[in-house]
């Protein structure tokens, strides 16, 4: 494991011991693609919605590196990134088992690095703008604000469908 993504995996745990008393904790999310929404859901009942923007070629599920979509599909959100390019970033289990085998079937890299985040640092001011256009490289951008909750309504483990 690259030493960076192990600094990233304790400053998570760090974080989430620090933030453990917070009940709105999302036992599942769900992203609906053709909605333009992440749904928080805690005991089968949503308790959160926010407004996401996609990769530029934002119909259809990902298959390979470099096609602008995002994926869709049942993920984990295994790891938090505090220090990324963009505010806070979540990543997302892509490729799955799946995918892969999708992938070397039509001779591809299913790429990877799947995220959920948002804006990039610098581009904040933008956010209003932003999040009308398809614009990441196919992961799930919020408004910084948006981010900030969803970053603490979140622990490592919990699963995501993107549904189209």
């Not at 992203?31 to 929404?37: A, D, F, P, T």
């Not at 928080?40 to 979509?69: C, M, S, W």
């Not at 505090?82 to 070397?104: T, V």
């Amino acid at each position: 494991m690259a030493p960076f993504i192990k600094f990233a995996l304790i400053l998570t745990i760090v974080i989430n011991v620090a933030y453990s008393g917070n009940s709105n904790k999302a036992d599942e999310v769900l992203v609906i693609k053709s909605e333009r929404r992440l749904y928080l859901i805690k005991n089968n009942k949503q308790f959160a919605e926010y407004r996401v923007t996609f990769g530029d070629n934002p119909e259809g599920h990902k298959v390979q590196q470099g096609d602008q979509k995002t994926p869709e599909g049942k993920y984990i959100l295994d790891y938090k990134n505090p220090n990324s390019n963009y505010y806070k970033s979540i990543h997302i289990s892509y490729p799955n088992k799946k995918d892969r085998e999708i992938s070397k079937k039509l001779g591809v890299n299913p790429g990877g690095e799947i995220m959920i985040h948002g804006q990039l640092n610098g581009w904040e001011w933008a956010s209003p703008i932003t999040q009308l256009f398809s614009w990441t490289d196919g992961c799930i951008a919020l408004s910084n604000e948006d981010m900030g909750q969803l970053w603490l309504a979140i622990d490592p483990g919990t699963p995501i469908e993107i549904r189209p």
